[in-house]
């Protein structure tokens, strides 16, 4: 898995490719914590490039979104596949985050 | 006719450390690629491995020794199988209960996804226990959904 990110403003895109698995998922929460803990509570996170999500990858999604909401931020997510938005159907993530179809410019 | 030399069967070791799942992943989309076998199927099950192999080391074993888990891949002309071989404490994903899927972002709990997700994604699972080894088998039919 990588991870890049990019500012704009009080946003923070969070690029995500390859795999969030058991193995790679703790980088992925250390990036996410780190962002609010500096204030970045306002995060999009970008799918796009991304192999899939087991259930590690899911609670890291889960806990960065409550940590974002609680710091009265947000975290988004978008650019899920096909393959990666059947993963949330059966997990029943779908309902749990704002997605939107594509990444912000 | 041209004969596959390739095998259709192989056979990994690996300790029961989380980083070793890598070599899992690795070996599951070299197989993958040797055979030509589509991408969702093999992230479908890179997805189940994942879950049962972080399963079992994360709680499978009571002491603070090395141990070895097999995993086996095998392909039939209509499915993918994999066998996961383990001598933790003895586990049954089978009946393991269904997790509560309702409740918005602050109630919901994320016990049980891993085992929902290996039945969801794979057509069959079964699981036995013979000379204190829990025995998993997870099969993925091709040609269903893609």
């Not at chain 1, 796009?48 to 940590?67: D, K, M, N, T």
């Not at chain 2, 002491?63 to 383990?86: F, M, N, P, R």
């Not at chain 2, 003895?90 to 972002?105: H, K, R, T, W, Y």
């Amino acid at each position: 898995m990588e991870i890049a990110e990019e500012y704009a403003d009080e946003e923070t895109i969070v690029d995500v490719s390859g795999r969030i698995d058991s193995n790679t998922a703790k980088a992925l929460a250390d990036k996410l914590s780190n962002l609010i803990d500096a204030g970045r509570t306002r995060i999009t996170v970008n799918l796009e490039q991304v192999e899939y999500i087991s259930s590690a990858g899911f609670r890291v999604l889960l806990v960065g979104s409550r940590r974002a909401e609680e710091a009265n931020g947000k975290l988004i997510l978008c650019g899920l596949s096909a393959d990666i938005q059947k993963l949330f159907d059966v997990t029943a993530f779908t309902d749990l985050f704002e997605i939107h179809p594509s990444r912000p410019v | 006719m041209k004969r596959d030399r390739r095998s259709k069967r192989i056979t990994l070791r690996i300790g029961n450390q989380i980083a070793e799942l890598r070599k899992v992943v690795e070996a599951v989309n070299k197989f993958g690629a040797d055979h030509g076998l589509p991408m969702i199927v093999l992230s479908e099950m890179n997805v189940a491995l994942d879950e049962i192999l972080n399963n079992i080391i994360t709680y499978g074993f009571v002491d603070d020794k090395h141990h070895e888990i097999v995993i086996s891949l095998c392909l039939a002309q209509d499915a993918l199988t994999a066998e996961v071989q383990d001598d933790g404490i003895a586990f049954n994903p089978i009946e393991a209960l269904p997790p509560d899927l309702s409740g918005g972002l602050f109630e919901r709990r994320v016990g049980g996804l891993g085992i929902h997700l290996i039945r969801s994604l794979m057509d069959n699972m079964e699981y036995d226990r013979k000379g204190g080894l829990n025995q998993l088998r997870l099969r993925r039919c091709l040609g269903r959904r893609e």
